[in-house]
């Protein structure tokens, strides 16, 4: 013998099992089909043995040892219903009971209420008792009808507990906590969020952050694995707290950014009433960010939703049928020439939906001016960000990764999932730097917070880079403008970088708007070549990939080849018998206010300001009603990523299946529906499509292989597109003269909460919470000189505009400096703005 | 100040974070209670979470959250001194202090409350002040106790 096998006999309930050696009782139980009531236990969390829900017999064991706790051992003899352990869970429970409100476990009615909700009250009442959010999802009520419990025979002690609804998304009442610590233990183990833990102690334990904090001030990030894992009512998602049980759950992938988290959308009827995690080892692992776990229902639901195709018309707006709306799109577009035309697509629409409204322009319109506003929102930074990708490597290497830079990373809301990833890889053991010139959740973990003095991101950037060349040794490189604390840093970070054995650089979003973002991220990618560094861009548009590989620019042809390229230009034409001189025109999305006038401007999922003025007529094709009445457009409703089929392409490059999870509103249709039908009414050849499907396999077959649509590629597609867009870069800004001393340096950035042109936080109520608006930063000594306070009403004006915000008062802002945080920062134009600050008479 | 404490207490136990409880105890003893900037300190220094330290300030009796009493007054109401008179001197020492039970001076000498049976019983009535214990307590002995403490008090 000696050798101790894998597996050891024991016998449970009288059946011989052999189990693996080192599982609990409770997990030998569950493989082989035998219930165990729990309530602290759960799947993914270190077991707790605070219920006593699980109690066993063990031959030979004092008491009644803890099923979830203890380990089996070669013959243990375990029995998990006897009357007497039955008995005794019935106490416990009552116990459990006795500090819980429960009208709903024990109530007399309980039986007849489901079925009939003959309860007799005063007035006619049709829907019965609902005492708990959690009223038939709830695993208390489970317990409670498996050990047939129909009194409590102690006193019922009613904690009287405020209820804590103050918080954005989800609602607190610990009057039903049975203290199972499932929410704790998630947000340590898990989330390693620790905004949670046990406090007092005895009858007092509460649960809930540190000195009486809400959760928006600890940190929490409204992930909501809490709320997910509490198998009682005492957590409970706003937005969903009375619909009930869901009948039926969809697969499919998070559209609000370009993680592309794995989602299980909850249905019941024709409408979406949650979404969560689902299990995906490879992008998420389980885990949402705050805008896949609480946003998508309100998102999706919301009543500003378009119906019906619409004609607005000075200020009128009349209903139209589907056929007349194409009708009048087909007769507006049939007189636009090719040059009059233009169109633009928002990458968040799906693969299919990209690839045809690229051919609409291109082959049904014989025009090359499709574009998107990513390139307004990336702005001159565009290409060198693009560029990132082809060095960059899967999430998943985040986990062999020894050394990790994060490059204006803030994982607190969005991404948060990535957030999880690195204090895992952190607990590993791997170091952690973080360069961000502003406040951000990875400051307090990181190993080290490079912080750049403003207006010299690119410099530190710089230095990092010609330390960590070869040829140079690290200490004789000396970092210009930087201070002296930060040099130290620097070097501390270019030696752990170069002797790193498997590092990485993650790029969030702080300098996507910088006015040096394009050297910005240069530096980045030749840091990256210096050290051998894999690179793991977050873009902010979930399927920004699918945009550049579909070819929805003037510069890029689907497959991601160069318009240029003769060669391809010709394939293409030939292929779809295209008449079009020429691919790329100089015409794209900057030339919209400033070129010549549109005829027809046909918008997918796109918003822009005013954007009725900038053409003749325009086609307005979203998921919302414009912000504003529109002077002559036609208005056509949008299915949004819920209610169709399709793919998207993540930042990884992978290629992620979208599900039809209900049925649009009203008449509204996938986008590349809409077009195809405005085509065919044309006369227009190739776009006989019924599904998503086929469009899918004409990519596949004619352009690049997305491999079976039901059954994406497993591996990420490789991102070595060849087409590059344009950008200009702007002018260096002239040097102030001497002597006159610029009052106001401001930067603005643009929010990445959006959805097809839209912030989220004008459809999700828990958005404005966390989501500033229009808020701008100063520091706190800049105020008190121009006496402004916090919440203040503040002008910020230059020659060109002059806007109020509300003033945000943070120690971390650079003194002399702004910055703001707007929908479409290029709005203001290109940043740094020097800008004048004073408080808001009233 | 309080910073300088602060660094002498981290410095003994050197960002060990399984000595947080250690350092709590010091901290509470140092200052009479866990101010929270001195808490957030900690969990930078030894990279535990805020809401650990707040879950073991809170579970412990040992440690206070508000500032406490330099010379916490405990009189024993078990059974025993119950029946040798202690209601009395609990009374006394109210009226005296110009405190109820429960309550700290507003100079922060002293706090007065009431405890079961403290283990001694052959001494009843008992008051423990601080660390010491005095037995068989005579209501009229209580002001020249309090005056130890008070010149004591103010001396340091
Ligand atoms: S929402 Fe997430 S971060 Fe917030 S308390 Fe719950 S588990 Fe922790
Ligand atoms: S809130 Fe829910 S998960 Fe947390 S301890 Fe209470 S019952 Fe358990
Ligand atoms: S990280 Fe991105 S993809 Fe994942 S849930 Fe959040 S928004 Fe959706
Ligand atoms: S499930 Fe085992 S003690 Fe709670
Ligand atoms: S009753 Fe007071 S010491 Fe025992």
Redesign the pocket.
């Known amino acids: 013998m000696g050798k101790t096998s894998k597996t050891v006999q024991i016998n449970m309930d009288n059946q011989r099992l052999e189990v693996h050696r080192g599982l609990t009782i409770l997990q030998a139980a569950e493989s082989n089909g035998i219930y165990i009531p729990t309530?602290?236990a759960h799947q993914d969390l270190s077991p707790f043995g605070g219920c006593r829900m699980c109690i066993v017999e063990v031959e030979g064991m004092r008491g009644f040892p803890t099923a979830c706790t203890t380990p089996v051992e070669e013959g243990m003899v375990i029995r998990t219903k006897t009357s007497q352990v039955q008995a005794e869970r019935k106490e416990i429970l009552q116990l459990i009971l006795s500090e819980h409100t429960s009208s709903c476990l024990v109530c007399d009615e309980k039986v007849e209420c489901k079925e009939f909700m003959g309860t007799i009250r005063k007035a006619g009442v049709t829907t019965g008792c609902r005492y708990c959010p959690n009223d038939d999802q709830c695993e208390l009520q489970d317990v409670v009808d498996y050990l047939e419990l129909d009194e409590i025979g102690y006193p019922v002690y009613y904690r009287g507990l405020r209820v804590e609804k103050e918080d954005p998304f989800y609602d607190?009442d610990?009057n039903?906590?049975?203290?199972?610590?499932?929410?704790?233990r998630?947000c340590q183990e898990v989330r390693a969020a620790n905004t949670?833990a046990f406090k007092q102690r005895g009858r007092f334990t509460v649960?809930g952050p540190a000195f009486d904090r809400t959760h928006m001030e600890a940190g929490c990030e409204f992930c909501g694995a809490?709320v997910s894992?509490?198998?009682?009512g005492?957590?409970s998602e706003k937005a969903r707290k009375w619909e009930g049980k869901p009948d039926r759950e969809q697969i499919t992938t998070c559209a609000l950014c370009g993680v592309g988290c794995q989602m299980r959308l909850l249905i019941k009827g024709e409408k979406i009433i949650g979404s969560l995690p689902a299990q995906d080892p490879v992008v998420n692992s389980g885990q949402l960010c705050v805008k896949g776990r609480f946003c998508v229902t309100e998102l999706v639901n919301h009543h500003r939703r378009l119906r019906k195709p619409q004609r607005h018309q000075n200020g009128t707006e009349v209903e139209l049928s589907w056929n007349e709306a194409i009708e009048a799109a087909a007769a507006e577009l049939s007189v636009c020439a090719p040059k009059q035309f233009g169109m633009l697509i928002s990458p968040n629409c799906s693969n299919e939906d990209l690839y045809i409204a690229q051919k609409f322009a291109r082959v049904a319109m014989g025009s090359p001016n499709i574009d998107s506003s990513t390139r307004t929102f990336y702005g001159h930074g565009f290409s060198a960000y693009l560029d990132l990708f082809r060095q960059s490597a899967p999430l998943a290497d985040l986990e062999k990764s020894s050394d990790i830079l994060c490059v204006g990373l803030d994982a607190r809301f969005g991404r948060s999932v990535v957030g999880v990833a690195l204090r895992k890889a952190m607990k590993r053991g791997a170091r952690i730097v973080t360069i961000n010139p502003r406040p951000h959740n990875l400051a307090l973990m990181a190993d080290i917070w490079l912080k750049p003095i403003l207006g010299a991101e690119a410099g530190l950037l710089r230095s990092l880079v010609k330390m960590t060349e070869r040829k140079n040794s690290t200490s004789r490189t000396r970092a210009k403008g930087q201070g002296r604390g930060l040099t130290q840093d620097l070097l501390t970070v270019a030696e752990m970088l170069k002797n790193a054995h498997s590092p990485a650089i993650l790029v969030g979003s702080e300098f996507l708007q910088h006015d040096k973002s394009w050297q910005i991220f240069e530096l980045v990618g030749r840091l990256a070549q210096n050290v051998g560094a894999r690179i793991l861009p977050l873009p902010a548009q979930n399927n920004l990939l699918g945009s550049i590989l579909m070819g929805t620019y003037p510069e890029i042809l689907p497959g991601g080849f160069s318009s240029a390229d003769e060669k391809k230009a010709r394939q293409f034409k030939k292929s779809w018998s295209v008449n079009l001189a020429q691919f790329s025109t100089g015409w794209n999305a900057s030339a919209l206010s400033t070129g010549p006038r549109l005829k027809v401007l046909y918008l997918i999922g796109e918003n822009l300001p005013g954007f009725d003025q900038l053409a003749d007529f325009t086609i307005y094709q979203n998921i919302y009603s414009p912000d504003s009445p529109t002077v002559d457009a036609l208005v056509l409703p949008s299915a949004a990523f819920t209610e169709a089929d399709g793919t998207f392409i993540n930042g990884e490059g992978r290629i992620q299946r979208v599900r039809k999870a209900v049925n649009p509103p009203g008449d509204a249709l996938p986008d590349w529906e809409i077009l195809c039908r405005i085509a065919r009414k044309m006369g227009k050849k190739g776009f006989d499509f019924s599904s998503a499907g086929q469009i899918h396999r004409e990519i596949s077959r004619s352009v690049m292989n997305l491999g079976r649509f039901h059954r994406p590629k497993r591996k990420p597609v490789p991102l070595t597109w060849q087409g590059r867009v344009n950008v200009s870069r702007p002018k260096p800004s002239g040097k102030v003269k001497d002597g006159k001393q610029i009052p106001f340096l401001l930067h603005a950035s643009s929010a990445e909460h959006v959805y097809r042109g839209f912030l989220l936080t004008a459809f999700v109520e828990g958005a404005r919470q966390i989501f500033p608006q229009d808020m701008v930063d100063i520091n706190p000594k800049d105020a008190q000189k121009k006496g402004i306070s916090q919440g203040d009403a503040v002008v910020v004006s230059c020659e060109r505009f002059q806007e109020t915000w509300t003033a945000n008062i943070v120690d971390e802002q650079p003194p002399r400096t702004l910055h703001v945080t707007l929908h479409q920062s290029a709005s203001l134009g290109a940043n740094p703005h020097r800008v004048k600050v004073k408080k808001k008479d009233v | 100040m309080k910073t300088a404490a602060i660094d002498r207490i981290l410095e003994r136990y050197r960002g060990d974070s399984s000595a947080l409880i250690a350092i709590l105890q010091d901290v509470q003893e140092e200052f009479h209670y866990i101010p929270e900037e001195v808490a957030i300190r900690i969990t930078e220094e030894l990279d535990v979470p805020l809401s650990r330290v707040y879950s073991l300030t809170t579970f412990f009796k040992a440690f206070s959250l508000t500032p406490r009493a330099r010379y916490p007054i405990n009189v024993c109401l078990g059974t025993a001194c119950h029946v040798k008179g202690a209601p009395r001197i609990l009374e006394k020492l109210e009226r005296d202090l110009g405190i109820k039970t429960g309550q700290t001076t507003p100079d922060r000498t002293f706090g007065l409350e009431a405890v079961r049976c403290v283990g001694c019983c052959g001494l009843a009535p008992v008051v423990t002040v601080g660390e010491d214990l005095y037995g068989q307590v005579e209501p009229a002995q209580l002001s020249r106790i309090l005056k130890k403490y008070k010149e004591a008090g103010s001396k340091s």
């Open positions: 309530l602290c607190r610990y039903l906590c049975i203290l199972c610590g499932r929410c704790i998630v949670l649960i809490c894992v509490c198998p009682t005492a957590l």
